[in-house]
């Protein structure tokens, strides 16, 4: 059975907290010098929202505004989707797709502790699946042998320092057998 990993584990972007009465412009600085690409917008312990850099982009940038003159809560998301901390990775998945989103706010209590992206849920998923993965010696590996170019079942060998496959007669042959 595989063991379940959960959001808090694979949170890679911690969260940064601004108002909501924040200009863009300082909000985009905020951004940049944390290199992260969102903001939860909160005033005292409730969430508002939160904004993204395609929001900046989007509804400040293309359409000519000036980011020293708009306020972060003319802009944000007010209804970003959270989930909790213990949510296992695949139900975090779920609600990604159910809601149409790239990032999802991860909460604790209520309280923001960062963000996952698709692609940290999917390399968390990749990741368990290689670990449970097992090497099984028994399964048998066919080509032509790199010794003697005959095809059929090959087993791995180190010749003159070096590692090659090579068919069950050569492999006796290189062992002294």
């Not at 159910?98 to 992206?117: A, D």
Request: charged share 30%.
């Amino acid at each position: 059975m595989a063991t379940k990993i959960l959001v808090e584990q694979i949170v890679k972007r911690k969260a940064v907290v601004v108002r909501p009465d924040d200009t863009v412009h300082k909000v985009a600085r905020v951004l940049s010098r944390n290199k992260v690409g969102s903001a939860v917008v909160m005033k005292g312990d409730e969430i508002l929202g939160i904004v993204t850099e395609r929001d900046i982009l989007d509804k400040v940038v293309a359409k000519g505004k000036d980011p020293k003159a708009i306020k972060v809560e003319e802009i944000m998301t007010k209804t970003p989707v959270k989930i909790e901390y213990d949510y296992d990775v695949q139900e975090a998945i779920e609600v990604m797709i159910e809601k149409g989103v790239r990032r999802i706010l991860v909460t604790k209590f209520g309280k923001p502790i960062g963000f996952v992206t698709a692609t940290d849920l999917l390399s968390a998923i990749a990741s368990q699946n290689n670990e449970e993965e097992e090497y099984t010696p028994d399964t048998e590996v066919y080509g032509m042998c790199e010794f003697c170019g005959q095809y059929g079942a090959l087993f791995k060998v180190i010749y003159e320092g070096r590692e090659m496959w090579v068919c069950e007669s050569c492999k006796d042959l290189i062992e002294g057998r």
